[in-house]
């Protein structure tokens, strides 16, 4: 299994990127996805997550209404589309699967992370 996370980068407050995970060796329909972050100096932190069967999602409340995560189980894409950022969202960001049928709290496999950083 291998998720690999891409689309970081440097962007002013304000600014929107969008994360992507490319997964191999398994299937979305089958495990919750969901990205987390760590910032410097602080625990890694739960952003968002959606379930196996795509109907249900959870976000972390001060990304409500900025973030949107959403998922291409043709392609097994999982996608974050980060909309005005904030110099609080300077983080490493990586997306995680659950063990099978599992919750985020389940988490089985990690991605390598992507570096987001928002300036003022």
């Known amino acids: 299994v291998q998720l690999q996370a891409s689309g970081g980068g440097l962007v002013q407050a304000g600014a929107s990127l969008r994360l992507s995970c490319l997964a191999s060796g398994l299937s979305f329909t089958m495990r919750t996805m969901a990205w987390f972050r760590q910032a410097p100096g602080k625990e890694r932190e739960f952003v968002v997550d959606?379930?196996?069967?795509?109907?249900?999602?959870d976000y972390l409340d001060s990304v409500k209404g900025r973030f949107t995560i959403s998922r291409d189980t043709a392609e097994n894409i999982l996608y974050l589309q980060m909309n005005n950022l904030k110099t609080d969202d300077t983080a490493v960001y990586f997306c995680?699967?659950?063990?099978?049928?599992?919750?985020?709290?389940?988490?089985?496999?990690w991605g390598r992370g992507t570096q987001v950083t928002v300036s003022s």
């Open positions: 959606i379930s196996w069967s795509g109907s249900n999602t």
């Open positions: 995680a699967a659950s063990k099978l049928f599992g919750s985020r709290s389940e988490i089985e496999y």
